[in-house]
């Protein structure tokens, strides 16, 4: 057999070996890998949990809690049918404080006549825009769509929201449909425009940058978004003459939303014959809640819950107290 033979024969007997080796690749870099959805604590002395959706969420990426956008109940004493607020709390899109900024607020108005909910909506990093906002959307048609047997008046519904909530009521009360009345699902046939809003330290005017620098947080619209999409979100930007009446609470402290957000939008809500009501404190730093749970040198803002009660009081969202 002569040389070129062997090396003929030797690679026929070797090319199916090397076929047959599995190729090794490289594991794709950890940043690759999309983190689990932070999983939330329910918040405390809840009634009732309600499933928003219970097909499943549109674009959810899993059935685990935090895929599941969900209502907790806080019913009020009484006869109905009462006037409502669904608390939405913040947690920059990441977290949601449901003690200090859903369930505090949500035990005080059903201690003053007003049924309450605190909504638990879907979270970086595993979702952004739209997720939370039809989270929100869904829950105030929820709520309306089953006024009756939640003993709520449908047309005295409101929203409030802290810090990052604070961005889904504003977005909700200036960009809302009044519903279609030939959707297949019956939720959607109804509106999902809030009868008023509370703000607490929220972003109404993206064009106010925060202390960092930065525009809307990349947790609700990824990294770098465009001006278009800025804009898509942005409160004030979609503020009319339909914009839900707002109470606006923020503080001159305030070293993550400027207090110049709710001043700004107070304004445009001005300007277009909107009911509006501002409130800024000189001191407090971001986070404040009800004011009720600050330091003794905060102690000016103990008085938010007389001033929102009063408001409330005065366009019949929340019956008289006993003096």
Do not use: C
């Amino acid at each position: 057999m002569n040389r070129g033979l062997l090396v003929t024969v030797f690679l026929i007997m070797t090319l199916p070996l090397a076929a047959q080796t599995p190729t090794i690749s490289s594991p794709p870099p950890s940043a690759a890998r999309p983190r689990p959805a932070r999983s939330t604590p329910p918040p405390g002395g809840f009634a009732q949990s309600i499933v928003l959706w219970p097909e499943g969420a549109p674009g959810a990426k899993g059935t685990a809690e935090s895929d599941v956008p969900k209502l907790f109940t806080y019913p009020t004493a009484g006869s109905g049918p009462h006037a409502a607020v669904i608390v939405m709390p913040g947690g920059g899109f990441t977290s949601l404080k449901m003690e200090q900024e859903g369930a505090d607020e949500a035990r005080w108005l059903a201690a003053h006549g007003v049924a309450a909910f605190v909504l638990e909506y879907r979270l970086f990093p595993v979702y952004g825009y739209p997720a939370p906002m039809q989270d929100a959307s869904r829950a105030v048609r929820y709520v309306r769509a089953h006024a009756a047997e939640l003993g709520v008046d449908p047309a005295r519904l409101g929203v409030w929201g802290f810090s990052a909530g604070g961005i889904l009521v504003g977005y909700l009360s200036t960009i809302h449909t009044a519903g279609d009345a030939a959707a297949e699902d019956p939720l959607d046939r109804v509106s999902d425009r809030p009868d008023f809003e509370i703000v607490s330290y929220g972003r109404l005017d993206m064009s106010v940058p925060l202390t960092n620098g930065t525009l809307p947080k990349e947790s609700i619209l990824g990294p770098q978004p465009t001006q278009a999409a800025i804009d898509a979100i942005d409160p004030i930007k979609h503020a009319s003459s339909d914009t839900s009446p707002s109470f606006l609470y923020s503080t001159s402290g305030d070293m993550s939303v400027d207090s110049r957000n709710a001043a700004d939008f107070y304004i445009a809500l001005k300007k277009l014959g909107v009911p509006a009501e501002l409130h800024i404190f000189e001191l407090g730093p971001h986070g404040t809640h009800m004011g009720t749970d600050q330091p003794p040198a905060l102690h000016e803002l103990t008085v938010f819950p007389t001033l929102l009660a009063n408001w409330m009081q005065l366009h019949g969202w929340m019956p008289p107290q006993p003096q």
